[in-house]
């Protein structure tokens, strides 16, 4: 049986050295030690072959810096799946400012994910406190914690973002239009009525 073919962008994004490049490069299966900072933007791809489909997925590495952040937004429009990354090392994340910032892009998916677990977390925020506005708007969104230098980590958080989003996409595509049987109601009109 051949395999359905799915394109998918995904953008990531999130604030300056929080693990953006590094978490990418582990999905990618490429070393995550010694990785340069993003300077404006970064493009990859990947075929990803998931039960019946095949996808190709277009990737997206924003820069964290906040002179590159008037960027963002042509990168994230159009998007199916933005990943919003934050570092579990720091006291106060920034997820309230990105979560604002991708607003208006409507991804189908929104993935949270805290990275640096196999560093101290000092990262106490209440999670679901920061997204409950944001779930109230229909989105759906995955959190999750790793470490880039987890490889499997990283990859079940984003194949559980790209079968979300297939799942959406199926779902979609199978709504039925609501047709009526019955004649509408014919009112006559006549001149002097």
Same mark, same amino acid.
């Given at each position: 049986m051949p395999k359905i073919k799915?394109?998918?962008?995904l953008?990531?994004?999130?604030?300056?050295?929080?693990?953006?490049?590094s978490i990418l490069n582990?999905? &990618?299966?490429?070393?995550?030690?010694?990785?340069p900072t993003t300077l404006g933007i970064d493009f990859f791809t990947k075929t990803l072959c998931m039960d019946d489909y095949t996808i190709q997925m277009t990737l997206w590495d924003t820069a964290g810096s906040e002179r590159f952040h008037s960027l963002t937004?042509?990168?994230t429009k159009g998007s199916n799946i933005i990943i919003i990354v934050y570092d579990l090392s720091k006291p106060r994340s920034n997820l309230n400012y990105w979560l604002r910032k991708i607003e208006s892009d409507s991804p189908n998916i929104v993935g949270v994910l805290g990275n640096k677990t196999d560093i101290t977390t000092v990262n106490n925020e209440d999670l679901q406190d920061i997204l409950f506005p944001y779930s109230r708007q229909n989105w759906n969104i995955i959190t999750s914690k790793c470490s880039s230098r987890d490889s499997n980590s990283v990859k079940n958080f984003f194949r559980q973002c790209v079968k979300q989003h297939l799942?959406?996409? &199926?779902?979609?595509?199978?709504?039925i239009p609501i047709v009526s &049987?019955?004649?509408p109601n014919k009112k006559y009109r006549t001149c002097c009525a």
């Open positions: 799915r394109k998918i962008k953008t990531i994004v999130g604030d300056h050295n929080v693990g953006k490049t582990s999905f &990618l299966d490429k070393g995550v030690f010694n990785t937004p042509a990168y799942r959406q996409d &199926l779902e979609k595509s199978f709504k &049987l019955s004649e």
